[in-house]
């Protein structure tokens, strides 16, 4: 995470299997870069859904969709700045024509409240809460409890950083060119997001069920909310956008 990254924007869908060769490469070739490339756009992350052994567990309606796609952008109001709206209203013709893959989409830009660790995981635990767990829902005992265990879970085997963001639906809640294109999908709100980086999936799925004992203890709806492991499948800073590495 860069340390200047004082909200994100949180992503998921599910891919058509029919659009997934063609949905990928224009995500990794154009789409990605043209994010990272708006002002106020840090860095930007795809990953993907780990299922082996680790999703039969996941009741049907707690699951999280198979992509999760993060972008970090400097303040709350990167993303609904001028400059975003102007390529949500003026999409390129390849994102037009990859729109029918996205499938169950959630789109969200969150405050963030709480963070610690450094660098990125090459692995995360993803809780998304979509009842009980919003601004208006948390006291600030409960949030002050929260910020004490995200900076407590860095020193957990395995794990490199947390950070704890809530939604501002408000900021998203646009009708743009963009959002028209994924009419047939819809775009399903949420609260708040929990996000646990690690180096190593199997000591990550170890601590989760202490990471949602203490959730709930702390007053987060834990056993409500929507969660899945996931790995990362890549990532694009902003010096990469602006920089090609090349050696010469």
């Not at 930007?44 to 796609?69: A, F």
């Not at 929260?146 to 957990?156: C, I, K, N, S, Y």
């Not at 609260?191 to 959730?215: F, G, K, Y």
Request: aromatic share 10%; net charge negative.
């Amino acid at each position: 995470m860069r340390k200047d990254m004082h909200a994100f924007l949180a992503i998921w869908s599910d891919i058509d299997e029919d659009w997934a060769n063609e949905w990928y490469r224009w995500h990794t070739e154009e789409h990605m870069p043209e994010r990272v490339g708006i002002p106020g756009f840090l860095a930007g992350r795809r990953y993907e859904r780990v299922d082996e052994g680790l999703g039969h567990g996941v009741p049907e309606d707690r699951r999280l969709q198979h992509c999760y796609m993060m972008y970090e952008g400097e303040k709350l109001t990167t993303f609904n700045s001028d400059a975003y709206l102007e390529r949500l209203n003026n999409p390129t013709a390849w994102t037009r024509e990859v729109a029918p893959g996205f499938k169950n989409f959630s789109r969200g830009a969150c405050q963030l409240k709480s963070s610690a660790g450094d660098g990125y995981g090459g692995v995360v635990l993803l809780l998304r809460f979509e009842e009980g767990a919003g601004a208006d829902d948390l006291s600030a005992a409960t949030l002050e409890s929260l910020d004490h265990f995200v900076a407590t879970l860095p020193g957990l085997a395995g794990v490199t950083a947390a950070h704890f963001g809530l939604c501002r639906p408000e900021i998203t809640d646009v009708e743009t060119t963009e959002k028209k294109a994924r009419g047939a999908t819809g775009e399903k709100k949420f609260q708040s997001v929990l996000m646990i980086e690690a180096c190593d999936m199997n000591q990550l799925v170890m601590h989760a069920p202490a990471i949602m004992a203490n959730l709930k203890a702390i007053g987060l709806p834990a056993d409500g909310a929507c969660y899945g492991f996931y790995e990362l499948t890549y990532l694009l800073t902003k010096r990469t956008t602006e920089q090609s590495n090349q050696i010469h």
